[in-house]
């Protein structure tokens, strides 16, 4: 009797330490570090308003480009020098036209002070571990720095839930539409006035 109420013991404690196994197990892989490769973005927006024809489209919306940085600027002098390469950011249903700052920030940044670390994409990938793939970053083809800045334009369209109604949806597009020319139309207007403060006729002195 003794021998088998040992064993039932016996068998309920190795029990009781398997199932605490598993917990251990499991509370290991759900608290164990996970590697993150995201680097805080910090964003100072300004969120220059382009001038629309309100005939053309509604004016309730509107359409703004992007400027990053805590200075106070001329928004016209600003305009005037437009060289870059166009992206017009459109917000979902719901959205804002501010959620852009992110995406804006970040690549004025990769302007400013070029690629990042080549060690950051390697942390920033996922690891075989974790589903991803093995990622040589030494066969990455890094520029020192990038040509061109990129210039991001973004609409404000009320934060209107267009999902939910097609008449809206259609003003949307509509507006989109008209502000891709607006857009084409401010590029050209920058230009023509650069041309003109370079063709401007200089003084000349004549000593008499």
């Known amino acids: 009797m003794q021998v088998q109420g040992f064993r039932a013991k016996s068998r309920v404690a190795l029990l009781v330490v398997f199932v605490l196994c598993v917990c251990f197990a ?10 993150n490769g995201c680097t805080m973005t910090y964003m100072y927006p300004t969120y220059i308003p382009i001038p629309t024809t309100t005939a053309v489209s509604p004016a309730k919306y509107g359409l703004y480009l992007y400027h990053e940085g805590w200075k106070k600027i001329d928004f016209k002098e600003h305009l005037k020098k437009l060289s870059g390469i166009p992206i017009l950011f459109i917000p979902g249903n719901g959205g804002s036209y501010k959620q852009v700052r992110s995406l804006a920030a970040e690549s004025d940044r990769a302007y400013q002070g070029g690629p990042l670390e080549r060690t950051f994409y390697q942390e920033a990938s996922l690891t075989p571990e974790e589903g991803g793939e093995e990622i040589d970053v030494a066969s990455f083809k890094l520029p020192n720095q990038y040509d061109s800045r990129l210039d991001w334009f973004t609409v404000d369209l009320e934060g209107e839930h267009s999902a939910m109604d097609s008449a809206i949806l259609e003003e949307h597009a509509e ?27 200089l003084g000349v002195c004549q000593k008499v």
Do not use: A, M, N, W
């Open 26 to 35: 499991g509370f290991y892989d759900l608290l164990k570090p996970v590697s």
């Open 175 to 201: 507006y989109v539409v008209h502000s891709i020319h607006r857009i084409l139309d401010q590029y050209k207007e920058s230009y023509e006035t650069r041309e003109e403060k370079v063709l401007q006729p």
